[in-house]
């Protein structure tokens, strides 16, 4: 049986578990004399068997999804002859896989040889077994947890706390699939650059002034060439976060303010959807406005003031993602200032305060937590932008903080590393993890400081 | 010393929809019906109203009120919820500017200058016109960066140890130094209900105004604090001029209480009335 249908099934099933233990409750509240006696309502003891019929048989399901391929796979192998099994791993893999995509029928028989076809018969058999008693053993396990639910409702059954506990522990598991979920990249990010890292030198990677992996084509080049320096890279990527939020802070926040404060309700109820759209405008279109419109310009501009201006550059790139994150910065910073209570306005402009005055010394201060939070995740975003610093900063890392010139950036390096072919086990492309790292550590860094100095502000004024 | 309580019905039969509902407090001489006590008018007024209508869009919050509130007098309003006191006590230092919907008409004058004159500084009004809010209202600063804030503003201080001192003198006379004066630098939220009402009483009277408008200033407090309150107004108005709105017959009764504007068109401000005063 389909896991779609197994899964209808199981949902039919709880609702009928639903329907009941809330029959229960009123038969057991009638044998007692009156829904009152009992310690919480129908419907809690109709959730409570719900939850019983639904929740075990789904765990069991989703176990089962997770191992069935696998098991298979270890049968259906085991049946095969001893030189088959003896291949090397991957050429297994593309034997068995030959197997499978036969036998689900997305290929033909022709290019598979006597034992292959009979392996298939074999596969189909496991899947279809395997297929029936899934769905059995699901429906099985749903009618005994409502079986043992409805047995248990009696007055003194504190179903509705039960109910309550059960959400709680659903909530938790959720967040903590999250966590768990973050933990994995970042480990398996570790793992691959320590690998990499066991090719080239930390000291080399975290110290080296010069990046230029292309040069590493063999391995055997690699060590000697010694181009994996970050340096580069990270002064790439501040310079140009910087110049973005250079643009950024100032021009968003004070159009927050104006927002906020001064506009008329007309203008606000225009200019923020407006706003919200160009937040929503692809980063590729906004490097293609870079690359296109405001790199040229600036080297223009930049000759005619007797400056050498690379064609592409930082200035360029970080223009516009600053102008990218404008709509982040405001729309954010628009939020915690209006989240300050009027009582403040009110007390501020009640002693003679003028307008810029009280924003000065009392809305932006009382702001200020949320709005250096605000600040710190549209840096994030700064560094992890992409798009933009491919198409309008270029490739060419090198070490300057001059921003008419042309550098690049961590991400846009993980990126070129990892495009097009590459094995999986040379150091240029396991480089891409190392930065990955790398770029993982510097967001985590700034997150500590924002929530330093967010709490080290609160201490003062709370 | 004068002392005034307002009442005035502002729910009337026909709920909020009528045009009667407001705070509608006339001269004597054009509504025979109502008992009025008191008298409205003094010589040399500080404040004058003079047939205010205030709206809220087109909704009528007040109703042609005119009103003088004289020199270092405490002028105390009272009214059942929703009648226009709040309204109307910030129309006398233009609050209601803020709200965009709000549209005053008639005259207010200070002194004898019209506050709602075209050229009028809103900053300088308000800085003569202090306001104490109906919800203690301090700044997330310190104690004493709450209290200099006006004095800084307005550079009433030339130096630290001006400022020092007048942050000392409001406090001392919003009596709460004593309980404050070893934790200046804590904040100004950490402090009980009835301290941070009279850290905001401390905080309006720093920038020395002529006159203090109080919104219910003791709406939230306990009995003591409220006692407090009380005697902290009464001496206040040695110095300045008070008009406050409260829900307390006594606070209303501060001085000698002659003088009640009463419309007992409804049972409640009938029984405001008749039941404790005279
Ligand atoms: N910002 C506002 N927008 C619209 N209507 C308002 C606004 N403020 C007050 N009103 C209306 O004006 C009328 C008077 O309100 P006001 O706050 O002055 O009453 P109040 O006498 O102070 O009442 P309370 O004793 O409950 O504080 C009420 O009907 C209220 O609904
Ligand atoms: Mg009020």
Redesign the interface.
């Known amino acids: 049986m389909q896991t779609s249908t197994v899964f209808l099934v199981l949902v039919a099933l709880s609702f009928v578990g639903f329907l009941v233990g809330r029959k229960r409750s009123h038969a057991v509240a009638a044998g007692v004399g009156g829904m009152h006696l009992l310690h919480s309502l129908p419907k809690h003891y109709g959730y409570m068997a719900a939850l019983w019929a639904g929740l075990p048989a789904l765990l069991l399901l989703v176990l089962w999804m997770a191992f069935e391929a696998r098991v298979v796979h270890n049968l259906v192998v085991a049946e095969l002859p001893a030189q088959v099994q003896q291949l090397h791993h991957s050429e297994l893999g593309l034997y068995y896989n030959q197997i499978v995509s036969y036998a689900t029928g997305s290929s033909d028989a022709t290019l598979l040889d006597e034992n292959q076809l009979s392996a298939a018969e074999h596969y189909r058999e496991l899947m279809s077994n395997s297929g029936l008693m899934k769905a059995l053993l699901v429906c099985l396990v749903a009618i005994i947890g409502a079986l043992l639910a409805v047995q248990r409702v009696s007055p003194a059954l504190r179903a509705r706390n039960h109910v309550e506990n059960i959400f709680k522990w659903i909530l938790f598991t959720c967040s903590f699939i999250a966590v768990l979920t973050t933990l994995g990249i970042v480990l398996s990010v570790l793992f691959e650059a320590l690998r990499f890292f066991q090719s080239i030198p930390v000291t080399d990677f975290l110290f080296g002034l010069q990046w230029s992996p292309q040069m590493a084509i063999r391995i055997d080049q690699v060590a000697a060439s010694g181009s994996f320096g970050f340096v580069p890279l990270l002064v790439g990527t501040l310079l140009i976060s910087m110049v973005a939020m250079v643009i950024a802070v100032p021009v968003g926040l004070m159009s927050a303010i104006y927002l906020s404060e001064y506009a008329s309700r007309q203008f606000r109820a225009v200019t923020k959807p407006l706003l919200e759209i160009l937040a929503g405008v692809p980063t590729v279109v906004y490097g293609f406005f870079a690359a296109l419109t405001v790199a040229p310009f600036i080297r223009e501009l930049g000759e005619s003031m007797g400056l050498t201006v690379a064609s592409e550059s930082a200035l360029a790139a970080g223009l516009v993602m600053g102008i990218m994150i404008i709509p982040f910065v405001l729309s954010l910073s628009d939020d915690i200032i209006n989240a300050v209570p009027d009582s403040m306005r009110e007390a501020s402009l009640g002693m003679g305060a003028t307008m810029s005055e009280t924003i000065r010394k009392v809305l932006l201060p009382a702001a200020l937590p949320g709005i250096v939070g605000g600040i710190l995740l549209a840096v994030s975003r700064a560094i992890g932008e992409t798009m933009i610093v491919v198409m309008a900063a270029g490739l060419s890392a090198k070490l300057t903080a001059n921003p008419l010139e042309a550098v690049t950036t961590i991400t846009v390096q993980i990126v070129t590393l990892l495009v097009g072919d590459q094995e999986f086990d040379s150091p240029k492309t396991l480089a891409a993890f190392a930065l990955g790292l790398v770029l993982f550590f510097v967001t985590l860094l700034l997150n500590i400081v924002a929530l330093y100095v967010v709490r080290k502000y609160r201490e003062q004024y709370e | 010393m004068n002392s005034i309580a307002v009442t005035a019905d502002g729910i009337g039969e026909a709920g909020a929809s009528s045009p009667e509902a407001g705070l509608d407090i006339h001269d004597h001489s054009d509504v025979k019906d109502y008992e009025t006590v008191g008298e409205p008018f003094v010589e040399d007024p500080k404040m004058s109203a003079r047939n205010v209508n205030v709206y809220y869009a087109d909704k009528q919050a007040i109703m042609d009120v005119s009103l003088d509130i004289g020199k270092n007098e405490v002028i105390a309003m009272i009214g059942p919820s929703g009648c226009g006191k709040s309204t109307f006590l910030r129309t006398l230092?233009r609050?209601n500017d803020?709200i965009?919907i709000c549209r005053v008409e008639g005259n207010i004058n200070l002194e004898d200058q019209d506050i709602y004159r075209g050229d009028q500084d809103t900053?300088?009004?308000?800085?003569?016109v202090?306001?104490v809010?109906q919800?203690p209202?301090?700044?997330?600063?310190?104690i004493y960066e709450n209290v200099a804030?006006?004095p800084r503003?307005?550079g009433l201080a030339h130096s630290k140890a001006e400022l020092d001192e007048i942050v000392e003198k409001s406090l001392r006379r919003a009596s709460l130094f004593d309980e404050v004066k070893d934790a200046l630098d804590k904040?100004g939220?950490?402090l009980s209900g009835g301290q941070q009402q009279r850290l905001?009483i401390a905080?309006?009277i720093a920038?020395s105004p002529e006159v203090i408008l109080m919104d219910e200033p003791c709406s939230a407090l306990d009995p003591i604090a409220t006692a407090r309150i009380e005697e902290l107004i009464d001496e206040l108005k040695e110095r300045y001029t008070i008009a406050i709105v409260t829900h307390s017959m006594q606070q209303a009764e501060v001085g000698d209480t002659k003088e009640v504007f009463t419309m007992p068109k409804h049972e409640l401000t009938e029984n405001y009335i008749t039941g404790r005063f005279g």
Do not use: Q, W
């Open positions: 230092n609050m803020i965009p900053v300088l009004l308000r800085a003569r202090g306001m809010f919800k209202n301090p700044f997330p600063k310190s804030y006006g503003i307005h904040p939220t950490g905001c905080r309006a920038v």
